[in-house]
């Protein structure tokens, strides 16, 4: 599968960025809905936050990029729960487990308002969590508001 064509720094799938030059990862999103992804994507690129953005489809995806050493810490992700293989509460545990990775902030964007995964996520350390809204508009907002409050409003260390 070739990277689908969203603009400089943007490669949708993690295989195929060892033959692309390797640039700092800034935002990791982990959906596995494509409507959801390109929406994501969209929302982000159009207020200048898709920078260096990686698409991954599923946790063990996100799992094996995260710790491949060469790929470094990205600055945020957003992190779906309900996805196949793996998913998002078993990546977000391991994250946080591992001291080299807890740092990273990690926004559940999710369609899960389930209060058993809303409780899990911040006792395992989410930064946040954020239902996704059904409606189009309001999805799209949901998304510039948390890029562009982690993105350039947040300090990270």
Known sequence: MLPLDKGPG???????????????????????????????????KKNNLANNLIHLEDGQEALDFLFNEGNGNPRLILLDIKMPRVDGIEVLRRLKADQRKRTIPVVVMTSSKEESDIIEAYQLGVNAYVVKPVDFEQFAKAVAETGLFWMVLNQAP
């Open 10 to 44: 943007f490669i949708s799938r993690y295989h195929k960025i060892e033959h692309m030059e390797k640039k700092a990862v800034e935002i990791l999103l982990v959906e596995d809905n494509p409507d959801d992804a390109e929406l994501t994507i969209r929302s982000l």
